[in-house]
Nanobody, 111 residues
Framework: QVQLVESGGGLVQPGGSLRLSCTAS????????MGWYSQAPGKQREWVAS???????NYADSVKGRFTISRDNAKNTVYLQMNSLKPEDTAVYFC?????WGQGTQVTVSS
């Protein structure tokens, strides 16, 4: 059974940083694109960033230059380093691999 488990969310002040982690069980991790998505209250889930098995990264325009996605294939883990956080980054963040989603981790940016 495939499971994706996120961690690392929390409350941070504007301008602060957080690092999210997502660890995958099973054998799906190594050869697939991993993605991070966000869902703010009352809004649709949106793509934030993705990374291929070879390390190619892509970012939504809203997070370019502030967020960095990376992966450790030996640990079956993908990370999202979030810097210069803004109140509009407040959302539940989900990781995704193929058709599988994690349960999400809450990120709140507020003073």
């Amino acid at each position: 059974q495939v499971q994706l488990v996120e961690s690392g969310g929390g409350l941070v002040q504007p301008g602060g940083s957080l690092r999210l982690s997502c660890t995958a069980s099973g054998s799906i991790f190594n050869f697939n694109v991993m993605g991070w998505y966000s869902q703010a209250p009352g809004k649709q889930r949106e793509w934030v960033a993705s990374i291929s098995s070879g390390g190619t990264t892509n970012y939504a325009d809203s997070v370019k230059g502030r967020f960095t996605i990376s992966r450790d294939n030996a640990k079956n883990t993908v990370y999202l380093q979030m810097n210069s956080l803004k109140p509009e980054d407040t959302a539940v963040y989900f990781c995704k691999c193929k058709d599988y989603w994690g349960q999400g981790t809450q990120v709140t940016v507020s003073s």
